[in-house]
């Protein structure tokens, strides 16, 4: 049995004609943080779903060599196994706050709920560790607020008491999809530095889905980068941002816009009307709008392997 | 500010909401100009009331007092029909793109209401358009017959932006327009809304957390707290140099993308806490004023908004001697 939080080889996630993941691998050690990030609708949040079995299986058709989370092995769990997982022992904060609480119930039963059931926790304490668990994520006048219905928080608020929710079983594994994309940057360093400690003092493994590259640089270990649905390019936080291999991410860190230089315009991509996911992917993916693309970019790179960097790109070949 | 009458205007609006019998703040008396084809954005802590401002301002939800005008109509004393045609003018993106987008329309009926609604095309003509707004946003037409659920959080956010601008508005909320955008995406989007901005005459609030992108889009930058505004000017002006104390803090925590500087940053950070304190706040005296390293007695009353310089205010005890 390996002893990585998360071991995922070749995941495949189709809706319908819609192949969103293709051939994903990922390893998450025990205290470690990992980066995901890539275009919007490259597959981030369809992977992260997949790792805690949440795709409605009529739907959505999952396939891998190996996927397992936390001990649980997802081909083969069984109900109570899938729920031990999701909010025991790996704590998902959604994309979409909105979509993730429940409109008709208070925000102190929805943390309420995860205590009592993962911490076994009597009512009143989980009452009591609800209120301290918001006071954590800094919303003002917590035991107050634990009556109030999640339409009348703001949405970084909103935001927060997910983020408190997926805290509240103490996991081991914690999945955050654009975790603090509502919060202002001086909120969002602060649920950072708590999440970090947390990682340190629990020794919790991260995975991070973020647009953000100038938060990421200071909050994982590795980054993953993907691509229509593709690994495009892993490897160490300094090396990618030091040297970064593949063109994409290239294209990915010279748009940044920063406060600490003078303004300058962006590097643009050719840009594209994308559906990933559309039929066989036969060349790389990335060639239509890489301005490094030569002939042998009809034919799908693997991924190469440079010092501790991988990149699926011929440039490495 | 400048001589001209402003496109839209909010004076002294104030926003209550009570819950479980407690009064609490959502804005307290806020004066804001918007001067036609301007970007303006708003910065400032997670529930200090942004999205609040930008929906009194289309009138999306009622001041509990001032009045708030669009073309120096006082949009409070509008009848519901005449509401109803000055809506094309003024669009809403929402913070949450599912609450723009109504689950049980595809994409494609969802892009077209606004063009029939407000009589600028038939639901069988609308197609072209729709297909073209798509390709602008930079998704594919063919994605015009699926539903809401079935995109990615960007993919969603786009399709919001989308929907707020077919129909040719003159004034844009936009919540967080941009946040769920990888960088190359969101420069195509950026490009888009600054050349509907010139084509339309097209005027934005821009709601943001994202100051780098603030200053590369926004003429102006509002920074609130608590309700309040606190700080308004140019972006480079305002970020380069803070006139508040609480805009310095905001400046001081934007990340770089730079692991060994942002390493530096979370060691340096160590357990000192910003986030506003527990106790409900105290509305006589400045917001800031228990995590304010300058604070000092006279900070108990609410210092006035001030000019700092010709084109910049400030609301900060700190600018009254000089
Ligand atoms: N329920 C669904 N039905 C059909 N297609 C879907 C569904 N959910 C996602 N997709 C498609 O799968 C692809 C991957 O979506 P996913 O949500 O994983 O993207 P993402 O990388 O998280 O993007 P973003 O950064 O914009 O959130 C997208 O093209 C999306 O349109
Ligand atoms: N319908 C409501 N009922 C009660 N309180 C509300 C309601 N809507 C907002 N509030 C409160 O008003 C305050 C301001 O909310 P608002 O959504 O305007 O903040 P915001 O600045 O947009 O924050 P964020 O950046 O987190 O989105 C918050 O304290 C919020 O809890
Ligand atoms: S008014 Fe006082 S407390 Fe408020 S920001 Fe200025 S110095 Fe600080
Ligand atoms: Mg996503
Ligand atoms: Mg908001």
């Known amino acids: 049995m390996s002893t990585h939080l998360v071991d995922v080889s070749g995941l495949d996630v189709r809706f319908g004609a819609t192949h969103a993941v293709r051939d994903f691998s990922l390893a998450v050690a025990q205290g470690e943080s990992v980066g995901l990030v890539g275009e919007s609708g490259s597959g981030k949040s369809a992977a992260l779903l997949a790792l805690l079995g949440l795709h409605p299986e009529a739907r959505v058709q999952v396939s891998a060599r190996t996927l397992r989370v936390g001990g649980t092995d997802l081909l083969s769990a069984t109900g109570p196994q899938l729920r031990d997982l999701r909010g025991g022992v790996a704590g998902l904060i959604f994309q979409d706050p909105l979509a993730a609480l429940n409109p008709l119930l208070t925000v102190g039963a929805q943390v309420s709920e995860v205590l009592r059931r993962h911490r076994r926790l009597p009512a009143r304490a989980a009452r009591q560790e609800a209120a301290a668990l918001l006071a954590l994520v800094g919303i003002t006048d917590a035991q107050a607020r634990l009556g109030h219905y999640p339409h009348e928080f703001s949405g970084g608020m909103r935001q927060r008491v997910m983020i408190a929710t997926a805290l509240a079983g103490q996991p081991r594994l914690l999945l955050a999809d654009e975790p603090t994309t509502a919060l202002d940057v001086s909120v969002q360093s602060e649920i950072v530095r708590l999440i970090l400690r947390l990682r340190a003092e629990r020794g919790m493994g991260l995975l991070w889905v973020t647009h953000d590259l100038a938060l990421m640089a200071g909050i994982v270990d590795r980054v993953v980068v993907m691509y229509a649905g593709r690994v495009m390019e892993t490897a160490p936080v300094d090396a990618l941002y030091g040297r970064p291999r593949h063109p994409y991410t290239q294209t990915l860190l010279a748009s940044l816009p920063r406060l600490d230089r003078p303004h300058r315009p962006r590097a643009a991509l050719p840009a594209e009307a994308t559906a990933p996911g559309h039929g066989a992917q036969t060349g790389c993916p990335f060639a239509p709008r890489c301005p490094r693309r030569f002939s042998a970019c009809d034919t799908l790179p693997p991924l190469f392997t440079d010092g501790a960097t991988q990149a699926a790109c011929w440039l490495l070949a | ?322």
């Not at chain 2, 806020?30 to 802590?45: K, P």
């Not at chain 2, 987008?101 to 600028?120: D, K, Y």
């Not at chain 2, 005027?203 to 609130?224: K, N, Q, W």
């Not at chain 2, 692991?259 to 979370?266: D, F, G, T």
């Open chain 2, 1 to 322: 500010m400048t001589g001209a009458a402003p496109l839209a205007e909010m004076a002294g609006v104030s926003v209550r909401y009570r819950r479980a019998g407690r009064l609490s703040h959502g804005l307290i008396a806020i004066d804001l100009q918007l001067a036609a084809n301007a970007t303006v954005a708003v910065v400032g802590e997670s529930g200090c009331g942004k999205s609040t401002l930008g929906r009194v301002l289309l009138h999306l939800q009622q001041p509990s007092e001032g009045a708030v005008r669009f073309r120096g109509e006082d949009l409070t004393l509008l009848k519901r029909a005449e509401l109803r045609r000055r809506r094309r003018a003024m669009q809403m993106i929402f913070q949450d793109p599912f609450a723009s987008l109504n689950a049980r329309m595809t994409i494609g009926e969802t892009l077209a209401e606004p063009l029939v609604v407000h009589g600028l095309a038939r639901w069988r003509d609308a197609r072209p358009r729709v297909a073209a707004m798509l390709e602008r946003v930079g998704l594919e037409p063919g994605v015009a017959a699926r539903y809401p659920h079935e995109f990615s959080g960007g993919q969603r956010q786009r399709i919001a932006i989308a929907r707020a601008v077919i129909a040719e508005p003159e004034l844009v909320v936009a919540d967080e327009p941009l946040s769920a955008l990888d960088m190359t995406v969101q420069g195509q989007i950026v490009s888009l809304l600054a050349s509907l901005q010139e084509t339309l005459s097209l005027t934005y609030l821009f709601i943001s957390h994202d100051l780098p992108l603030v200053r590369e889009f926004a003429g102006r930058v509002v920074v609130m707290i608590a309700g309040r505004i606190v700080e308004d000017g140019p972006p480079d002006a305002v970020f380069a140099t803070p006139a508040h104390p609480y805009t310095k803090l905001l400046v001081s925590c934007v990340p770089v993308p730079d692991p060994a500087q942002e390493r530096a940053r979370q060691a340096a950070a160590g357990n000192t806490s910003t986030i506003a304190a527990a106790e409900a706040p105290d509305h006589a005296a400045c917001p800031f004023r228990s995590r304010c390293p300058h604070a000092m007695p006279i900070c108990a009353t609410m210092p006035p908004f001030r000019h700092v310089a010709p084109d910049r205010q400030a609301a900060c005890w700190l600018h009254e001697s000089s």
